[in-house]
């Protein structure tokens, strides 16, 4: 370590949580290759735990003790790091390290989350004392999800690609989860591809959307009426397991369930953490799923 990174002066520590989409609707493909979307983000208890260690050499590193996430230049939280560095001409390095509990590819923004948790922590460790206005502007660089994290909010309303974000101050609900996620890494690209290709050929169920647009301006809308995910139809064609999980959540009484992102995560709404967690165990049998009780952050 030392070697390679010369000695540690100073250090901070940050969780980096994982969301939910509570509801996204994908609208139309935009000139630069992505798609405008409609989503609610929902902070959860579900967290990695980052360290920033500033460091003598003029380098970034990253250790993760996940084998899942790239450690070098390819990783969100290197990005975000050298985004600073480079940016601001910061003639000082930083060893990132990477606690992993978020499942990898899951539809849970666990590298979105990494890059702003990386944004905040360097901030507080060099004292930067950057602006919302700069932080989001770092944030639409890295990625769609990573205003959310920034935000700081419980929930929020998501458009554009999903880096223009409106917090819902209003929307004072609390939620436990159960969360299920397949041994599936799944591919974003692959899926809004192939939802495209659906709706070329108009095979898509239709939603109007009402339900996001009163709770957008400020409107108590019963869970119920949100829970949606366009991207389970493209999601679960590709890849069957995650709407075998969604259906194990129904049958065993959970209403309110849908995937999260592009998938493979797969999460119920349930009416407290002892629920959550006698449901937890009718999972474990299945050893290629791990599964998580959370609540809302």
């Not at 890295?142 to 929307?171: N, Q, T």
């Not at 389970?232 to 709407?243: H, Q």
Request: proline share 2%; charged share 25%.
């Amino acid at each position: 370590m030392a070697q390679e990174a010369g000695y540690f002066s100073k250090s901070v520590k940050i969780l980096s949580p994982a969301k939910l989409n509570l509801y996204l609707e994908v609208l139309n493909k935009r000139q630069d290759g992505y798609h405008n979307i409609s989503t609610l983000f929902e902070r959860i208890s579900l967290s990695d735990e980052i360290t920033i260690k500033e460091t003598s050499a003029n380098c970034i590193v990253i250790k993760s003790d996940s084998k899942d996430i790239p450690g070098d230049k390819r990783n969100l939280a290197y990005k975000a790091a050298a985004l600073l560095k480079d940016g601001l001409q910061i003639k000082k390095g930083v060893v990132i390290e990477i606690k992993k509990r978020i499942p990898v590819g899951a539809g849970l923004g666990g590298g979105s989350s990494n890059a702003a948790s990386v944004l905040l922590g360097l901030n507080k460790l060099w004292n930067l004392k950057l602006s919302q206005k700069k932080f989001f502007e770092y944030g639409s660089c890295l990625g769609s999800d990573v205003a959310f994290f920034l935000s700081g909010a419980s929930f929020a309303i998501g458009s554009g690609r999903g880096e223009k974000i409106k917090p819902l101050a209003h929307f004072k609900k609390k939620f436990w989860h159960v969360i299920v996620v397949p041994d599936i890494m799944v591919s974003t690209r692959r899926i809004y591809r192939k939802l495209d290709n659906l709706r070329r050929k108009g095979a898509l169920n239709k939603t109007a959307g009402i339900s996001i647009r009163q709770l957008s301006k400020g409107q108590d809308v019963s869970l119920g009426k949100i829970i949606f995910n366009r991207l389970e139809e493209a999601t679960f064609k590709r890849y069957p397991k995650v709407k075998e999980l969604k259906e194990a959540l129904l049958k065993r009484g959970v209403q309110n369930t849908a995937m999260s992102g592009s998938g493979g995560a797969v999460f119920g709404v349930v009416n407290s953490r002892k629920e959550g967690i006698k449901m937890l165990r009718s999972f474990k049998q299945d050893k290629d799923t791990v599964a998580f009780v959370v609540r809302t952050l």
